[in-house]
């Protein structure tokens, strides 16, 4: 089975990084180009990455994100632009007029913590670029909150609809990740119980032929006891996770249920610790959803790291797609 696969990365992402995960894509996502609520865009200094991805046969597209200067997504901006229809139109053209100079492939749209007030209009600017985008042969994408319904609550979940971005956009990124998360209990990233719930509801309103499983590619490391509003979990590497097991000569076990390996130690002032991570059965677990929900591929969130256990387990299962 040929599936779509892409990851997202930063202009930083090593090069010998970079050219072991382009094997194994079919789009790169260059994280992220900014917009301001008049529709202009800030750029990013990704030549290098759109050339090396082109030499070997990716797609690259442009992430968009409405971030404030503190680099956090603004619903304020994301309002500001979704309620103004001549800066949609202005930031349209100029989205078209970026792809074409910098030679992308297309677009991913990244807008989270969207207000329900905006969700409509949101769709209605994805559509409006696809059509405008189409006419030059680009792609337009969308990463969407994990959800389990159509009336789910929360300040990343109403803005996202499900159905119209399912009909708006090429693809849509379900964002399959972050149960657990840096400032939240510890818990498996992407349990497979929780990403089950998200595709059964997933597949129900949007083609599967357009979904793209969100897949995590490292893990968080949490000081016991968790303290909410105070604990803050260590982000790592799968590879990173693996060596300190082994430096503290402890067991690496598999969790059934969220079908994700853990573990427990001690570090050097006595204080326990949990870490949560994916490794080469984790993420065959989570791959193996694709074909069983007839999905279109998967999308990593991110590729910063490289580990072979990740192109072990997609060539197990897939061959990747290349546009």
């Known amino acids: 089975m040929e599936i779509i696969v892409s990851g997202y990365a930063y202009p930083t992402i090593a090069e010998e990084t970079l050219k072991l995960w382009l094997k194994d894509m079919t789009f790169l996502n260059l994280f992220s180009y900014g917009v301001t609520g008049e529709g202009e865009i800030t750029d990013l200094a990704d030549e290098q990455l759109i050339e090396m991805s082109r030499n070997a046969g990716v797609q690259p597209l442009m992430v968009l994100t409405p971030m404030d200067s503190q680099g956090m997504f603004s619903d304020v901006l994301a309002a500001q632009l979704l309620e103004n229809r001549q800066a949609q139109t202005a930031l349209i053209e100029n989205l078209l007029s970026l792809i074409r100079r910098k030679g992308l492939a297309g677009i991913d749209f990244d807008f989270e913590f969207i207000p329900e007030k905006n969700k409509d209009q949101y769709v209605e600017l994805v559509r409006q670029t696809r059509e405008r985008l189409h006419e030059e042969g680009y792609y337009v994408t969308v990463a969407l909150a994990p959800k389990v319904s ?165 060539h197990s299962l897939y061959e990747v797609k290349k546009i």
């Open 150 to 314: 159509a009336q789910q609550q929360g300040s990343i979940y109403p803005g996202h609809d499900y159905p119209g971005m399912g009909e708006a956009a090429d693809y849509v990124l379900l964002m399959t990740y972050e149960w657990g998360y840096m400032y939240g209990p510890p818990m498996a990233v992407s349990p497979i119980n929780q990403v089950r719930r998200v595709l059964d509801y997933g597949v129900s309103a949007i083609p599967r032929e357009k979904i793209l499983l969100g897949m995590p590619y490292y893990g968080y490391d949490w000081k016991l006891p968790f303290i909410k509003g105070e604990s803050k979990a260590e982000k790592l590497s799968p590879h990173t996770a693996w060596r300190r097991a082994e430096n503290q000569g402890v067991e690496v076990v598999y969790d059934q249920l969220s079908q994700a390996p853990y573990y427990t130690y001690y570090d050097g002032e006595g204080l326990s610790h949990v870490v949560w991570f994916e490794d080469e059965r984790s993420l065959r677990a989570k791959l193996a959803l694709i074909e069983e929900y007839g999905l279109a591929g998967a999308a990593y969130w991110n590729i910063m790291d490289y580990g072979a256990e990740n192109s072990a387990a997609l």
